[in-house]
């Protein structure tokens, strides 16, 4: 366990802390940070995500324990979104965001680095089907809501404005790619693989930076939504899989997956947006703090 930490999970951890210590001692700035943010999601992001989703193979993907996490997900964020709309007395918006904090784990930037260092990349795998599972549907599905529930432009601006997004666009052509066995050239995956390889120290160094002006106050709804997130979640995926799946060889990993810290993207939509984030925030840094005992611990 403390091999796991020291040599797999802090070396990723740490790219987050030395954003969120140079963000207190102002060596840069918010604005800096949400432009490296912009590059990373915008420009690195696709390529690793279409590396990988154009590569995998469906065929050794364990759909059944992987339709589970989904339900698992799905009613997480059913729970986590009542709780905080009802409980916490938060807006509508704001709860949807909560909700998805609770399920939407930092797998692709976070969990899988981790587990790639731990097991290699076929050991990672079950991690690598979440990451295609969350990045084509869940992470297209908030993106989508969100749009459509803040209101700012009409369905069909909405529309029209992510079929233009980076990200959402290269799933598509992974998935497509991968579905119709049409192979990718490899210059291209190269290329995919040597812009992706930045994306989540970028990712993660300008995270630490922007929650660094975050205030981290640990209020009841913070608790209440970060226990749902490490300990709620993964106790659902662990009971799911042991009920449903009790011999799948997969089980150890989604746990792990689940375990993991609150991903930023319920963050970065709430600035999108303009939701309030003094639970958001808070959350993201307390989820990132807490899951590297659990995590070395699963792992």
Not at 15 to 43: C, H, K, P, W, Y
Not at 61 to 71: E, K, N, Q, S, V
Not at 155 to 162: E, F, R, V, W, Y
Request: aromatic letters at 10%; one cysteine or more.
């Amino acid at each position: 366990m403390l091999q796991v930490l020291t040599h797999n999970i802090l070396p990723v951890f740490a790219i987050l802390a030395i954003g969120f210590l140079m963000g207190r001692r102002q060596t840069f700035s918010a604005d800096e940070a949400r432009t490296v943010n912009r590059v990373a999601f915008l420009t690195l992001q696709p390529p690793l995500i279409f590396a990988l989703l154009s590569s995998l193979d469906f065929g050794t993907i364990r759909f059944g324990a992987l339709a589970i996490y989904l339900l698992c997900e799905v009613l997480g964020f059913l729970i986590g979104y009542a709780v905080a709309r009802f409980l916490f007395k938060r807006d509508h918006l704001e709860s949807w965001l909560l909700g998805m904090a609770v399920v939407f784990v930092n797998s692709l930037l976070y969990i899988w680095p981790i587990s790639v260092l731990i097991y290699g990349e076929s050991g990672a795998l079950p991690i690598t089907a979440i990451v295609a599972l969350d990045s084509s549907l869940i992470f297209g599905f908030f993106i989508i809501s969100t749009e459509m529930m803040a209101g700012k432009e009409s369905p069909i601006a909405a529309l029209k404005k992510l079929t233009m997004n980076p990200v959402l666009v290269g799933i598509f052509l992974a998935v497509l790619l991968n579905l119709i066995d049409m192979p990718v050239p490899e210059p291209v995956l190269t290329a995919a693989r040597f812009a992706g390889a930045a994306a989540a120290p970028l990712t993660l160094f300008a995270l630490g930076v922007i929650l660094s002006g975050q205030a981290a106050k640990p209020s009841l709804p913070v608790v209440g939504i970060t226990a749902m997130k490490l300990l709620l979640f993964p106790a659902m995926v662990f009971v799911a899989l042991s009920i449903f799946a009790p011999e799948n060889s997969w089980a150890d990993r989604f746990v792990l997956n689940a375990a993991g810290p609150s991903g930023a993207m319920a963050f970065s939509l709430a600035l999108l947006h303009g939701v309030r984030t003094d639970v958001i925030a808070p959350v993201v840094i307390w989820s990132s703090a807490l899951s590297l005992l659990s995590l070395a611990w699963l792992a």
